[in-house]
């Protein structure tokens, strides 16, 4: 009797918890507003990795050790598509994380993901924020120091993030990133698409009122040298009458 060989069994490392991006709308726009205006801010740096919403795997060998930060940036790894995060194929340490939190997440995202951030992915700067305000404190950040959290001032209204050079705050009840070294907020594509928009019809206006004093002006120096030359007609005129 022939002996039926089977395949080895892979592990498999799902792609997908099953659970929704987000539990709002308004939660799933800041992290997509976040992703958006940090990957633009980032964009010509070749080695920094933005993502969000996706599984990270932490313990080799082992599926159910794992984590989806909402939001998160690491430093050495391209700007290519990666379908799940491995920290043994990808760097393991990360740079920033935000959670967006809500009252039914926030013990979670105050412990067990605290936990893990700091003492395992070593996650340099961490930050929890509630769109609706419902949960006290509803902006907070932390910067790691050995493997514990201090929480981190804020200045001005804002979060300091030393390790994007960035800082994090509201703008109009909506969070945002801050440049301090440029003092100005940094855009998402939306807004950078209307600001253009906006400076295009400035322009626009400009060459408008440019050519309409450029016109008027045309005018009035035609006005003018038709005074003149019907002032040098009266004034032949005149001449003429002298001579007789």
Known sequence: MDRKIHAAPTLVYPESDGEPMAETPKHQQVMIDCMDVMRHYFREIPDVYIAGNMLMYYEEGNPRKSISPDVFMVRGLSKKEL????TWEQPPTLDFVLEVASPSTYARDFNEKMEIYAKILRVKAYCIYDPYHEIDPYCVGFRLMGEVYEEIPFVNGRIPLEVL??????RDGVL???DPAKSAWLLTSEERVGDAETRVIHAETRVIHAETRATEEARA????EARAQHAEAELEKLREILKR
Not at 165 to 170: A, N, T
Not at 221 to 224: E, F, H, I, N, Y
């Open 83 to 86: 379908r799940t995060y491995k």
């Open 165 to 170: 050079g960035l800082e994090l705050g509201e």
């Open 176 to 178: 945002r990133l801050y």
């Open 221 to 224: 120096r035609q006005a003018a």
